[in-house]
């Protein structure tokens, strides 16, 4: 009886194992796309309003942002002068990589309940001329 009890538990430990691998494996090999794949909108605890832009660079090159837009309004990167930008420009992302991008400060308004909707345009310009442009609608104000 000992013997059935020490086998299941070297088999249900195997499995458990098994499974870790293939989770770190998924997580860790997760499609990278190329420019702007996601925008989100809220708040920090330093800024009252901020736009998260996660940029990704799924090319064998590095990617180099030189300018960035929103709604066509070039957003700066000195510090203390908002709205600015985190990390500063030009930056450079690596290549098979992803990186979020911290618009600060930008006065960006809540879409309301009753059907009025705010959409932003980000724009991101790279060093060898290409342009990304994604829109996004905000999210309804929480209540």
């Known amino acids: 009886m000992r013997v059935i009890h020490k086998v299941a538990v070297f088999v249900l430990a195997a499995m458990v194992a098994v499974l870790l ?9 997760r499609p990278i796309g190329y420019g702007i794949t996601k925008i989100q909108f809220g708040s920090s605890r330093a800024h009252e309003s901020v736009i998260w832009v996660t940029v990704e660079n799924n090319r064998n090159t590095s990617l180099g942002i030189t300018a960035v837009y929103v709604n066509g309004t070039q957003i700066g990167d000195e510090p203390f002068v908002f709205p600015n930008l985190y990390p500063r420009l ?22 309301d309940p009753s059907g009025t909707t705010n959409t932003y345009e980000i724009t991101l310009v790279a060093d060898d001329g290409a342009v990304f442009t994604k829109s996004k609608e905000t999210p309804p104000a929480p209540r």
Do not use: G, H, N
Not at 21 to 29: D, P, R
Not at 90 to 111: N, Y
């Open 90 to 111: 030009p930056m450079t992302i690596a290549p098979r990589s992803r990186i979020v991008l911290l618009i600060q400060e930008f006065d960006w308004k809540w879409s």
């Open 21 to 29: 691998v293939v989770a770190v494996y998924l997580y860790m090999s």
